[in-house]
C-alpha cells in the first residue's frame, strides 16, 4: 500500500503572491511552443530546457531521441521535460551525488521553479522518492496542480517572480543557491580551490603602451649591460716630477 504524500503547508514566497508587472527586459522570458514562429524559436526552447535543468549540457549529454520528437510534435514541452529529468545524465549529477532531501529541493527549484516551502516539504517528497522511485516522484510532480496551472504542457518551466519591481536585485538563481555537487562531494573532488598570487597583476591602457621603437623598451637591455669601468688613479701633487714629467724638446 502506497504512503499517501505528508501534508505540509505552503509559506508565503513571491511566485504566491498576485502582483501587475508590466512586461520588461529584467522579467523572465516565457519560452512555449503555442508561439513558436521560426525552427530558431524551437532551438531557444530546447536551449532553455537543458538550462533549467542541466545548467549547461554536454554534447554527450544531450537527448537526441526526445529533441526530435519535441521538433516533430509527437511530445510536448511537459513531455520533454520529464525526458530530461529522468535521464541518466540528470540521475549522475544530481540522484547519485546528493540525498534525498538534497535531490527533492534541487528537483522542485527546477521542475516547479520556486524553493522548497520547508522541511516538511522536503521530508513528504523524499518519503515519495523512497516509495515509488524517481519515476513515480516526478510523475507526481508533473501532475500536479501547481505544475499544470503554472506552466500546463506547452510552456518550459522558469523560475518564477524571481525579479521583483522595486527591488534593486532579485533572489539568486537556483544553480548558485543548490550547485550540483553536495558539500561532501565537492571536497572529495577537491574545489574549491583557493589559489593565493603572490605577484601583483597592473593594468596598461592602450594607449599607454609602448609602441615600436620607443626608448622605454630599450630600458631593461641597457640595465642589464652593467659596464666595468676603469677605475680614477689617485696621484698625489707631492708625488709628481715635474722636471722628468714636463717634456721638452732636444736640440
Known amino acids: 500500500m502506497a504512503l499517501p504524500l505528508l501534508e505540509y ?6 511566485q504566491r503572491v498576485e502582483s501587475y508587472e508590466v ?8 519560452y512555449s511552443t503555442d508561439n513558436l514562429l521560426s525552427s530558431s524559436d524551437m532551438d531557444n526552447l530546447i536551449e532553455a530546457a537543458y538550462r533549467q535543468m542541466f545548467f549547461h ?16 510534435g509527437q511530445i510536448t514541452v511537459r513531455d520533454f521535460i520529464r525526458g530530461l529529468v529522468l535521464s541518466d545524465t540528470y540521475k549522475r549529477s544530481f540522484y547519485d551525488l546528493n540525498s534525498n532531501y538534497r535531490f527533492v529541493e534541487q528537483t522542485v527549484q527546477r521542475v516547479l521553479g520556486r524553493d522548497v516551502y ?4 522536503k521530508i513528504a ?7 515509488k522511485g524517481i519515476v513515480g516522484f516526478i510523475d507526481k510532480l508533473l501532475n500536479s496542480d501547481e505544475y499544470l496551472e503554472a506552466f500546463g504542457y506547452d510552456i518550459l518551466p522558469y523560475q518564477r517572480r524571481r525579479v521583483l519591481p522595486g527591488r534593486a536585485e532579485g533572489e539568486r538563481p537556483f544553480n548558485i543557491t ?4 553536495d558539500e561532501y562531494y565537492r571536497r572529495k573532488l577537491g574545489f574549491p580551490q583557493f ?10 591602457p592602450q594607449e599607454q603602451k609602448a609602441v615600436a621603437g620607443s626608448p622605454s623598451q630599450f630600458l631593461n637591455m641597457a640595465r642589464g649591460i652593467n659596464p666595468q669601468g676603469n677605475l680614477p688613479q689617485r696621484i698625489s701633487a707631492l708625488n ?3 722636471e722628468k714629467s714636463v717634456p721638452y724638446r732636444k736640440r
Do not use: C, H, M
Not at 198 to 203: D, E, L
Open 9 to 14: 503547508s505552503p509559506n508565503s514566497q513571491n
Open 23 to 30: 512586461p520588461g527586459d529584467e522579467q523572465p522570458r516565457i
Open 57 to 72: 549540457a554536454f554534447a554527450a549529454d544531450r537527448e537526441k531521441a526526445l529533441e526530435s520528437q519535441l521538433r516533430s
Open 118 to 121: 520547508s522541511e516538511r516539504e
Open 125 to 131: 517528497w523524499s518519503i515519495v522518492v523512497a516509495t
Open 178 to 181: 543548490s550547485p550540483r555537487y
Open 195 to 204: 589559489i593565493w598570487q603572490t605577484t601583483v597583476r597592473s593594468y596598461v
Open 240 to 242: 709628481i716630477d715635474i
